[in-house]
């Protein structure tokens, strides 16, 4: 237990320096050497001569000499502690004419050998195992000592007497585990320091008559205090308490690694209730037996700040109430008792001067001060970790705290039940910390008016819902470690001017954050699962037109979530186009191509008649497909011409001049049943001899044509036989166009053929006859055989 305590105490000590030497080290041209636990066993060799702050603390050295530090001119900071160093000769350091810290601390040192160190300011010998005192004469010309740290088992007063002129801020003294305490009480009197720091021997109930009450002192720190011997209290420290109250420069007291009973607990409370010490802390207690003493004088105190933190008790075997009754009606302004297990609290019987309480890490319920109206001066409330459940009764226990400005009930198991109590904070609170609870969405139904700093970190907040009463006075809000899924604008916290939302469900954080929050000086939202889709850029926009300290963490803590291609890539370099992203842009530009393309195709089609263009093409192209797939040598043998030409009278000339002439001069060979007649037979028979002899039929379609009864039936024939053959070999020439109406409705085929527009238009313009000419020809071009070559073929 004592060993557990002390080194508690230790670690305390080690902390303190290495804050001192951060705070010095803050020098830019310090250059730091750190070998601590490396396992050295001697001073290192290859130390760079300039190095002004060397740390070999914590390893094996046993010995320390002038060679080994020599050339370390440059030295300003030299840290030894923990080591195994026995002697010093002090004079191994005359060529650090620098050297201004120098830590012994915790070694094994047993005797010094002198030399003056005129610079040294921080000298640390504590912790070691000298009997006497280590003060050298030389110690008296070290003019610039603020710090010495001594330890022994023994002194006498006249070995203080080099340094007793010196005005030295702190004096750690030590004594060590064999101290018996035999020195006149009086040896430190003469001492001129501000601040005394003596660690009795451990383990040791506490028999020393060393009067610890300097005039000069202003601060007194005691460790190691046991007194759980007899029944009389703790005489000797009874004595040395009484002895405080004639000291009225003394204005702080720390007592640690205390170990006594709950009488004798309160008693130093009481004790010291009656000196000038205004701020007082206790660290680290252990208590048991009862508790006896009841009636505390509180009258007449200087005490402004009582500190209690770490107590550890017995099973309690007297009623609780008296400690919580003794506490609470404190006449102080400041009360911290944390980590005691406390269980409960009760309220002051009158108008308490609290201002100042701080309950943290307890055991306190939600009854602490249930109904309470006495608190009405307090200003700062801490039940951090505590076992505090259900927020409606904190706050209604607030309700009468009316000067109230700070309220911590975080680490608790705090959740909020609509339905259950009302909601009415004290006017007065400004800063609420509610993190690290079991809170959900519906703390925003409940939350103090005038609220300026809100800390709801680490809850169950999924949302926060729309329509809570706006907060104006809202400046900082810290929602972090929550299920948030959406970033909130600054609709209903008009003022706020920090919000920390990092490590949410956030995945598409809107853009008008920025616009709806304008008086945003710092967003911490990193650690969010973004969601890189085109939705993000504008929130990244955003972030790119607010001054860069705005935004917290950016950019390594704004990473892409999704998509699976994304995921890692941080925001900043996460780029989409404009257009995949606008729809109305997309939009615009689908309709404006669009229209280009129309109009384009307009102009084809009026000036340059693209359609039939087209049409003629696709004939063209339909043509050579069936060409290719009639069976053409069955064909071969039976045809003498290529068309036979069926037209009305009225259209002969057209024939004549143009179809006739423009067909035969390709070796296209045309059956006219006027021309080609074979006399003997009837007309009929005539066309349709000619009509078997020809490979297709062309029809020169024109209103004069639909007139002629004949052209009807040489139609006809020529439609049968196609069925017949299977093969499409007929050929429909538009020679001038012919209304659908006009056509005679009995003739069905030839409306049907003309609704299929399966026919060839003659161009009236010249420029494109060329191409109508091509493409009859190629419709009609086959390869006829002459009869010799038929039968050698057919012989083969
Ligand atoms: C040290 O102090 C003594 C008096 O205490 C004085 O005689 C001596 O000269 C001083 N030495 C140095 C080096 O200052
Ligand atoms: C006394 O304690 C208070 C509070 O801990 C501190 O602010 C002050 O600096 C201390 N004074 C001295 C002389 O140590
Ligand atoms: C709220 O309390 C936690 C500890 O529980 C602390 O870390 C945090 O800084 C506090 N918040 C504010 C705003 O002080
Ligand atoms: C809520 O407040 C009203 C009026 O202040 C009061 O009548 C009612 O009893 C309260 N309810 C609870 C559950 O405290």
Request: net charge negative; with cysteine.
């Amino acid at each position: 237990m004592t060993k557990m305590k002390s080194g508690i105490f230790h670690f305390a000590t080690i902390f303190i320096l290495t804050l001192e030497i951060r705070i010095q080290l803050s020098d830019e041209s310090e250059f730091l050497v750190d070998r601590s636990k490396t396992g050295l066993i001697c001073v290192p060799k290859d130390i760079p001569l300039k190095t002004t702050v060397l740390d070999i603390s914590q390893n094996s050295i046993s010995e320390l000499q002038a060679p080994d530090i020599l050339s370390l001119s440059k030295l300003k900071i030299l840290i030894l502690s923990h080591n195994r160093i026995q002697y010093l000769d002090i004079s191994v350091f005359k060529f650090n004419q620098e050297l201004e810290y120098l830590d012994l601390s915790h070694n094994k040192l047993e005797q010094i050998s002198c030399h003056p160190i005129l610079n040294l300011k921080h000298l640390d010998l504590s912790f070691n195992a000298f009997d006497a005192l280590p003060i050298c004469q030389e110690f008296g010309n070290m003019s610039q000592l603020q710090f010495l740290g001594l330890s022994a088992t023994q002194f006498q007063k006249r070995s203080l007497l080099p340094i007793a002129h010196m005005h030295i801020n702190k004096v750690l003294l030590v004594l060590g585990d064999t101290y018996g305490g035999k020195e006149d009480p009086e040896s430190l009197q003469d001492l001129n320091i501000q601040s005394l720091h003596i660690v009795f021997p451990t383990g040791k109930e506490f028999h020393f008559t060393l009067d610890v009450s300097l005039s000069t002192a202003v601060s007194l720190e005691l460790s190691n205090i046991k007194c759980v011997l007899g029944d009389d209290g703790c005489p000797y420290f009874h004595n040395v308490l009484s002895k405080l109250q004639k000291n009225s420069r003394l204005s702080n007291l720390t007592l640690n690694n205390i170990e006594t009973t709950w009488n004798f607990f309160i008693m130093i409370l009481q004790l010291v209730w009656h000196t000038s010490i205004e701020y007082f802390s206790i660290s680290n207690v252990k208590l048991q037996g009862h508790l006896g003493f009841r009636d505390f004088d509180y009258s007449d105190t200087s005490l402004k700040v009582l500190s209690i933190h770490q107590v550890v008790t017995d099973v309690f075997g007297f009623p609780q109430s008296y400690i919580y009754e003794i506490f609470s009606n404190m006449n102080i302004q400041h009360l911290a008792v944390s980590a005691t297990h406390m269980v409960h609290m009760v309220c002051p019987s009158q108008i308490s001067p609290f201002l100042y309480l701080d309950f943290s890490n307890n055991v306190l319920t939600d009854m602490v001060f249930k109904n309470c109206g006495n608190l009405i001066n307090l200003e700062t409330f801490s039940l951090q970790m505590n076992q505090l459940k259900e927020l409606a009764i904190i706050v209604h226990m607030t309700k009468t705290m009316t000067s109230l400005q700070q309220l911590d009930v975080s680490q608790n198991s705090l959740r909020y039940d609509e339905n259950e109590g009302n909601c009415s904070w004290t006017r007065s609170l400004l800063s609420l910390n509610m993190s690290s609870n079991i809170l959900s969405d519906s703390v925003f139904r409940c939350l103090p008016p005038r609220v300026k700093v809100l800390d709801l970190h680490n809850n169950r907040i999924r949302s926060i819902p729309k329509d809570v009463t706006s907060l104006e006075a809202l400046q900082e809000l810290n929602v972090a470690f929550n299920f948030l899924v959406h970033l909130p604008g600054c609709g209903t916290f008009s003022s706020l001017s920090v919000l920390i939302i990092d490590y949410n469900s956030i995945s598409n954080p809107s853009a008008d954050f920025f616009q709806s929050c304008q008086k945003i000086r710092s967003l911490k939202a990193g650690n969010n699962p973004f969601q890189c889709t085109c939705e993000l850029r504008d929130f990244i926009q955003g972030i790119g037109q607010v001054p860069s300290e705005v935004v917290e963490d950016w950019p390594d803590s704004y990473k892409c979530d999704y998509p699976e291609s994304y995921k890692g890539t941080p925001l900043k370099d996460f780029h989409v186009s404009q257009l995949s992203c606008n729809t109305a842009l997309l939009i615009v530009t689908i309709g404006v191509t669009g229209l280009l393309v129309a109009v384009t195709v307009t102009v084809l089609c009026i000036y340059l008649d693209l359609p039939w263009y087209l049409r003629m093409l696709c004939q063209w192209t339909q043509t050579r497909h069936r060409a290719r797939n009639v069976p053409l040598a069955e064909l071969q043998r039976t045809l003498q011409f290529h068309a036979f030409i069926s037209y009305s009278g009225h259209d002969s000339s057209w024939v004549k001049s143009e179809l006739l002439p423009n067909l035969e001069k390709e070796d296209i060979k045309i059956c006219l049943h006027e021309r080609d007649f074979v006399p003997g037979k009837s007309i009929m028979e005539n066309i349709i001899n000619c009509i078997e002899k020809s490979y297709k039929s062309i029809f020169v379609l024109s209103p004069n044509f639909v007139q002629s009864e004949w052209c009807h039936y040489e139609l006809y024939f020529a439609h049968h036989n196609l069925f017949h053959e299977g093969s499409n070999n007929l050929i429909l020439i538009l020679l001038d166009p012919i209304p659908q109406y006009s056509i005679p409705n009995s003739y069905h085929k030839l409306k049907a053929l003309m609704a299929q527009r399966t026919y060839l238009e003659w161009p009236k313009e010249n420029s494109k006859r060329g191409l109508f000419w091509a493409n009859l020809r190629a419709s009609i071009n086959i390869k006829l055989m002459e009869k010799s070559k038929e039968l050698s073929y057919t012989q083969i």
